[in-house]
């Protein structure tokens, strides 16, 4: 069974930078487009970033510039740096990626998320 983990989140004051990560486990055959979406209390979640399998990178109005996202192919991992966050940038992120378990069939898989909370 494929799962993500997510890692990293945490309280941190306004201007300041986190690094969350995301670990994919499990038996795959490969995994393509990964990204990362934010749902904060109240709202619907939504795309923050997202990085297709050869690196193509998209970001969602609000975060670019501040936030960066890669991955490591060889590690089965994604990665999204946070730098001069905000307060609006608090919510629970979560990890996502299209993840091929046989050559044909694939699995839109969710990680449980990981809390980042912005002071001011």
């Known amino acids: 069974q494929v799962q993500l983990v997510e890692s990293g989140g945490d309280l941190v004051q306004a201007g300041g930078s986190l690094r969350l990560s995301c670990a994919a486990s499990?038996?795959?055959?490969?995994?393509?487009?990964m990204g990362w979406y934010r749902q904060a209390p109240g709202k619907q979640r939504e795309l923050v970033a997202f990085?297709?399998?050869?690196?193509?990178?998209n970001y969602t109005d609000s975060v670019k510039g501040r936030f960066t996202i890669s991955r490591d192919n060889a590690k089965r991992m994604v990665y999204l740096q946070m730098t001069s966050l905000k307060p609006e940038d608090t919510a629970v992120y979560y990890c996502?990626?299209?993840?091929?378990?046989?050559?044909?069939?694939?699995?839109?898989?969710w990680g449980q998320g990981t809390q980042v909370t912005v002071s001011s």
């Open positions: 996502n990626a299209v993840i091929l378990t046989t050559a044909w069939q694939s699995r839109n898989t």
């Open positions: 499990g038996s795959m055959f490969r995994i393509d487009d």
């Open positions: 990085i297709t399998r050869g690196g193509n990178k």
